[in-house]
């Protein structure tokens, strides 16, 4: 995912997105990075910020708008996504679920190419676990492109279209998310999905 984002540089292999093979030259990188909405595991908001300053500051200062041109589509996102009751509060006094909802509203806010999500639930609890899954759904449904890095099995056989199976540094399978579920190949994933998707 690190490689995907360009945040990482393989030691040996090659990357290609949409056919055009990834460059790994810095300076290819910084335009690449700023095209890709990334979300992390741990939100990484800035906690001296308050939510509307998390998502105005990259569009001003990596991405060049102005800063009413900023706080439009900040308003705009915030008040089509629920938060523009938060959006003068800090990270530490949103939930879990809000500061994920603001880290993904920031990584929209730049029109990314695509998203990318990094284990976006494994720090909350289910009420707001429920809630995160149904704004990344609702993303998907817009049509949006999303590569969901995930342990949650029933998450990604809804949402997804195409899955991965990693284990061990390995894909050890791929293929139609429908396929997949419905007739795992890999022993290792059929035990897997025998366990996780039992209850």
Do not use: W
Request: glycine share 6%; aromatic share 8%; hydrophobic share 45%.
């Amino acid at each position: 995912m690190r490689i995907i984002a360009g945040l990482e540089i393989p030691e040996s292999g090659h990357l290609s997105i949409d056919g055009q093979r990834v460059n790994f030259s810095e300076e290819f990188l910084l335009s690449h990075r700023r095209s890709i909405g990334t979300v992390f595991q741990a939100y990484n908001l800035f906690p001296h910020l308050t939510a509307r300053e998390n998502v105005i500051l990259p569009l001003v200062k990596v991405h060049g708008l102005s800063s009413d041109e900023a706080q439009a589509i900040v308003e705009t996102l915030f008040e089509r996504f629920q938060l523009s009751g938060h959006a003068d509060q800090r990270p530490a006094e949103l939930s879990g679920g809000q500061q994920q909802r603001v880290a993904i509203v920031r990584a929209i806010a730049i029109k990314p190419r695509f998203l990318i999500f990094d284990e976006p639930t494994s720090a909350l609890d289910p009420e707001m676990t429920a809630e995160v899954l149904d704004f990344i759904a609702e993303l998907r449904a817009e049509g949006r492109d999303l590569i969901i890095v995930t342990h949650n099995m029933g998450f990604a056989r809804e949402v997804s279209d195409h899955c991965l199976f990693i284990a061990d540094g390995q894909v050890l399978e791929e293929g139609r998310s429908t396929e997949l579920f419905r007739n795992p190949q890999h022993p290792l994933l059929a035990n897997f999905l025998a366990k996780v998707l039992r209850y």
